[in-house]
């Protein structure tokens, strides 16, 4: 049973920076890999993706908004995967989940992945 456990949200200035941890309770898929990733959800807005990246490749995708602040990493010895946010801005406050799929390729859509977290709140005020 797959179960993804977010930590690291919080309260933060502007200009600040969090890490956020994810631990996937198990790789769905060692052979083919995960595709893992961090998405956001303001207030009234649609769930965002932020940062994605392969368990298996090099692979990574970040959104516009945070190219050059955000760093989405993984220790696959770990099951775990981090979101390190530098440069904080207001507009990054916002509900952060992480979503795992088995899948080669990956894609940046919600809907392309099949487990959740539920979420670490930031806020950056």
């Known amino acids: 049973h797959v179960q993804l456990v977010e930590s690291g949200g919080g309260s933060v200035q502007p200009g600040m920076s969090l890490r956020l941890a994810c631990v996937e309770s198990v790789s769905i898929d060692e052979k083919r890999g995960d595709c893992m990733a961090w998405f956001r959800q303001r207030p009234g807005s649609q769930r965002e993706s932020i940062a994605v990246a392969h368990t298996r490749s090099t692979y990574t995708y970040y959104a516009d908004s945070v190219k050059g602040r955000f760093t989405i990493s993984l220790d696959t010895a770990r099951n775990t995967l981090y979101l390190q946010m530098n440069s904080l801005k207001p507009e990054d406050t916002g509900m952060y989940y992480c979503?795992?799929?088995?899948?080669?390729?990956?894609?940046?859509?919600?809907?392309?992945?099949?487990?959740w977290g539920q979420g670490t709140q930031v806020t950056v005020s």
């Open positions: 979503a795992a799929v088995s899948r080669s390729r990956c894609s940046p859509l919600p809907e392309g992945f099949q487990y």
